[in-house]
DNA sequence: TATCCGAATTGGATCGTTCAAGACGTCGAG
DNA sequence: CTCGACGTCTTGAACGATCCAATTCGGATA
């Protein structure tokens, strides 16, 4: 086995002191031309490579950041998470970080994990995802000032911390509009219960849409927690109102499957109209283009999760190796992807 | 600001020296206990937490482990990951690891990666999803003796170092029994080209049943690559031929949901029988049970993904904590959950 | 020619932990 | 009584990088 490459090797090598070989590395500006490019050669052939726990340990950082990985709640709007995670993962080995999984039941426990990543791991930074009102996990991390982005809007203050986000109510008015082109005024709205901040924020979407176009949407929609159980089942009632929606919007392609099963109980199979035109039934749209919306051909709404992700880590890295000031938060537009059933 | 908390800061607080605080948290046995106790409660009074870079610098542990996260390719299988990620990561996290993430093209970036992250980073060990015949990664870590386990089979060795899997062929064969119990006896098959370890496996267990029960598999199944519109496609050829098959098992439910659209042109949406019978048309049993099949109540094989990241885990720990031997294989058995397609 | 200046380089100290070696008191065997 | 063994604890050195202060060197200036 080959003897372990250091700092030293590379220097007695390239025949300068440690300190030039650092100077490359870290400040290269300062290091002639010459030398630099000497320092280089030797620090190629013999396939050094910086030990991060050494240089850890001097200076605090350790260039890594930390996502939590949730678990996949009904499944189908775990794919998100996935694909956001994919770029993240990619973004941040390009800035010369690498991203690190923890796991969390509840608020709490992800503090207590904060800290002790910081401080086993000296941690550099967090990519927070969903964030609500009032979120005690941000405001532990601004006390102590480590920097982190979150994934999500701080609901309270838009300027509290750097934040990517996707505009779920344009997302959502996209939808309207859709319909509303297609012909249709009585557009329900299916979606989760008043009080988090993405959930009103695509209902807002869709009430303030209805209304531009003249049409008030009392009545029209429905709370409920996320499944597709459940979105069959407010669908139903919904569409048992009189006089009835001829169209409906989902905060969620769970609830738009369910809602699907209410709407067109009769409708052909999956992928109903081949030639792209929409299926019979009333017209359903649901939220994140999740794959089992492609499956089925349902319409939705889709979030640039890799560009979020990318918008993450440049964000995280401004704060990280930039000057000390917030940089600017990033809202993102979704696009509709229309399929077979809106 | 407090100040940094070090092992010397815990030694003076406990009147003791450092190493016997270090012995307190590596090698407890050799410590008084009174002496230990009351270096413990100087350690939970001061909050103090090991520096890993420090320890990592001493004696080249991490305790971090690698795992690839591939992109999601048609977005249906990628749920499979996720789980498995998830289960992974707690898992480590109960054995004092954590996961860090990578992506990589193909084999050889794969390989560019473990060096930097072994040289960089100091990893203790690989997760690697994914193994084929002649697996070049499994051959580059085995050669530096690096700790590694995969999540599937060495399919030329089965010795040649510690991994986790699932009986595919278990999974198709009951697949297939259930299909056979049914009445069934012509039960076509839809998989990938013959070469990939998994996709033969999973035929295997197809073929082999159908034969114990006197069926000749000859021309009952079809090869192609992964996709709804492939198993579309392949489903419809097996169906025109004469006389056809009267119920379908596919390597993927991404092929299966392609062949249900070709083997019930005209039947019922999505859960067809409320009831829970099976709906008219050909019957058709997926692979790998994603949300998608739980979405369009497709009849799916279930991995046990939880279990089998924990398996990981386990196998990898042994091998990094434990003596100097390959710990033996483990093979979990897959479930076939039966919904409405089958 | 002597002096000064800044760019480039050097050696030593340092981060927090573990390893190797040794000190100390107690005990039982010879 | 001496010796070695044992259990317990302490001390100095080392891991590999960066930071800091000091030094060299070539060229410009007085």
């Given at each position: 086995m080959a003897e372990k490459v250091t700092i030293a090797t590379v220097a007695r090598h390239a025949q300068v002191s440690r300190q030039t070989v650092s100077n490359v590395l870290n400040t290269p500006h300062i290091v002639r031309e010459e030398t630099r490019q000497r320092v280089q050669e030797a620090i190629a052939t013999l396939g050094y490579r910086v030990s991060q726990a050494a240089r850890q340990m001097r200076t605090g950082r350790s260039r890594l950041i930390a996502v939590r990985i949730e678990p996949?709640?009904?499944?189908?709007?775990?794919s998100v998470l996935d694909r956001f995670l994919h770029g993240l993962t990619e973004t941040a080995e390009a800035a010369g970080y690498r991203a690190l999984l923890y796991t969390a039941a509840d608020a709490a426990a992800e503090i207590a994990t904060y800290d002790d990543l910081l401080s086993a791991y000296d941690l550099d930074g967090f990519v927070l995802t969903g964030t609500d009102h009032g979120d005690s996990r941000t405001a532990w991390l601004a006390d102590r000032g480590v920097a982190f982005v979150t994934f999500g809007r701080p609901w309270d203050d838009p300027d509290a911390h750097p934040w990517v986000d996707v505009d779920g109510a344009a997302g959502t008015a996209q939808a309207t509009r859709h319909l509303l082109a297609a012909g249709h005024r009585r557009i329900g709205f299916i979606g989760w219960p008043a009080g988090s901040g993405v959930g009103d924020d695509r209902r807002a979407g869709w009430r303030e849409t209805l209304r531009a176009a003249g049409v008030d949407p009392t009545g029209l929609d429905r709370e409920t927690l996320d499944g597709i159980a459940e979105g069959e089942r407010l669908a139903a009632d919904l569409l048992a109102?009189?006089?009835?929606?001829?169209a409906l919007v989902c905060a969620s392609d769970s609830l738009a499957l369910g809602a699907l099963q209410a709407a067109r109980p009769s409708a052909p199979a999956v992928r109903a109209a081949p030639d792209g035109r929409p299926g019979a039934g009333v017209p359903v749209i649901g939220f994140d283009d999740t794959p089992v919306a492609a499956a089925v051909g349902l319409t939705s709404v889709s979030q640039p999760l890799r560009d979020a992700a990318a918008r993450c880590v440049d964000l995280l890295t401004a704060v990280l190796d930039g000057p000390p000031r917030t940089p600017a938060p990033v809202l993102l537009q979704p696009s509709l992807v229309v399929r077979h059933t809106a």
């Open positions: 996949t709640r009904d499944g189908i709007n775990g109102a009189a006089p009835p929606p001829t």
